[in-house]
């Protein structure tokens, strides 16, 4: 597709419910990453894909979180048994280069999680 | 610890004047330092982005500006405009991290006609 595409856009689920949330990358993008945004915080990252290598898992913030993507493409990023603190704004970036050289991040237009 | 700060939390212009947001960091060693624009219920857009020879770098109406001996950097917005309203994200990337992206809190601009 033309740009990230993200779903659900908005997810209100209860208290220790699991949710998945879907990222579609840019076509071709070999580089995926998921980002969490709290109300009026910075982006804290939790994990990135780069092509077939093994995935960076060091951000995720606790072993409820989990993500997988799929013939190099599509990522599901799973939350089990949804606390109140995960409500937030997660967001999913793609790249055709690891941005730590000067390529820009494609965003999506995130999903937004409550958790009630 | 890498922190990227940004001043002021929030700011409240008219239409057509100029503003300059403000980034300090710590984050050490310094590869590159970008600045997104964030609208309300939108995914970050990618401004500029500068590296440590860069001083100053401009896109349109924005020009960001980079002083890599006191680690700070300012975004200049020329001339606003109602559709600049929006949250300015200051995010500065470590060289011995190929992909980890340290992120301010941003600063929310609102423009008044």
């Known amino acids: 597709g033309a740009g990230v595409s993200q779903s659900p856009s908005n997810k209100v689920t209860e208290k220790g419910k699991d949710v998945e949330l879907r990222c579609d990358p840019i076509?071709?993008?070999?580089?995926l990453y998921w980002y969490r945004q709290s109300l009026g915080q910075g982006l804290e990252f939790l994990i990135y894909?780069?092509?077939?290598?093994?995935?960076?898992k060091s951000g995720l913030p606790s072993d409820r979180f989990s993500a997988e993507r799929t013939g190099g493409s599509v990522s599901t990023l799973t939350i089990q048994r949804t606390q109140q603190e995960d409500s937030a704004v997660y967001l999913c970036?793609?790249?055709?280069?690891?941005?730590?050289?000067?390529?820009?991040?494609?965003f999506g237009s995130g999903t937004r999680l409550t958790v009630v | 610890k890498n922190q990227v700060e940004q001043s002021p939390q929030s700011l409240i212009i008219l239409e057509g004047k100029n503003c300059t947001l403000q980034?300090?960091?710590?984050?050490?060693?310094?590869?590159?330092l970008r600045w997104y624009k964030q609208d309300t219920g939108r995914g970050p857009v990618s401004l500029t982005i500068?590296?440590?020879s860069e001083n100053t770098k401009s896109n349109g109406r924005y020009t960001a500006t980079l002083d890599a001996d006191t680690k700070q950097s300012s975004l200049h917005i020329t001339a606003s405009q109602l559709s600049d309203s929006a949250s300015y994200i200051c995010?500065?990337?470590?060289?011995?991290?190929?992909?980890?992206?340290?992120w301010g809190a941003g600063t929310k601009l609102i423009i008044k006609p």
């Open positions: 995010v500065v990337s470590a060289e011995d991290s190929n992909y980890q992206l340290i």
């Open positions: 894909f780069q092509g077939n290598s093994a995935p960076d």
């Open positions: 076509s071709g993008h070999t580089a």
């Open positions: 970036a793609s790249s055709s280069r690891s941005a730590g050289a000067n390529y820009g991040y494609t």
């Open positions: 500068m590296t440590f």
């Open positions: 980034c300090n960091y710590t984050v050490s060693p310094f590869s590159n």
